[in-house]
């Protein structure tokens, strides 16, 4: 599964807003070294608990290694 070191924001995005549309990510923000803050800001965007934002984006970096190990 990807983790947060090999997850490219700026590639990924696309789909990340796409999956959660209410989401308005800020991009001087790094999903590297500010993983809580994307947690927080998926959470208030989408309404739900930082548990169900964190279970949520361990969905997409699965998805985005599957979508990763195709393109390779």
């Known amino acids: 599964m990807t983790n947060w070191t090999d997850f490219d924001l700026t590639r990924s ?5 796409q999956r959660f549309p209410d ?6 923000l790094s999903a590297v070294t500010q993983a809580d803050e994307l947690i927080e800001v998926l959470a ?3 309404g739900i608990s930082m548990t169900e ?3 949520e984006m361990r969905d997409f970096l699965y998805l985005e290694s599957l979508r990763a190990e195709l393109t390779a």
Do not use: F, W
Request: hydrophobic fraction near 40%; avoid cysteine.
């Open 23 to 28: 989401l308005v990510v800020d991009s001087r």
């Open 13 to 17: 995005l696309p789909r990340l807003q």
């Open 53 to 55: 934002a964190r279970e």
């Open 44 to 46: 208030s965007a989408q």
